[in-house]
């Protein structure tokens, strides 16, 4: 019996302003959060440590930002203020 990727990868759809750099930002940060989700739980347990967890999510958080830094995407919003965090 296959395993369905669509049960262990789940992607929402976008609902944001349609750009072709939008649409791979928003594929990169739904992976980031299924990677993180996946270590938290290798943490919680018990298979990694709570050092190894944060190493690991933190060069997946420095990653996104290089793909959202590469694609362009800028840190204005629609209403005018700024993005802090990412």
């Known amino acids: ?7 262990l990868y789940p992607r929402s759809s976008y609902h944001g302003d349609f750009t072709p750099e939008n649409l791979v930002f928003n594929a ?3 992976e980031f959060a299924q990677r993180v989700g996946i270590i938290c739980g290798l943490e919680t347990g018990g298979k990694i440590s709570s ?3 944060y190493h690991q ?9 290089k793909s959202k830094k590469a694609l362009g995407i800028s840190e204005d919003s629609e209403d005018g203020s700024t993005q802090e965090n990412i």
């Open 28 to 30: 990169n940060l739904q």
């Open 51 to 53: 050092e190894e967890a």
């Open 57 to 65: 999510i933190r060069y997946l958080w420095k990653q996104l930002k």
């Open 1 to 7: 019996m296959p395993i369905d990727d669509d049960f």
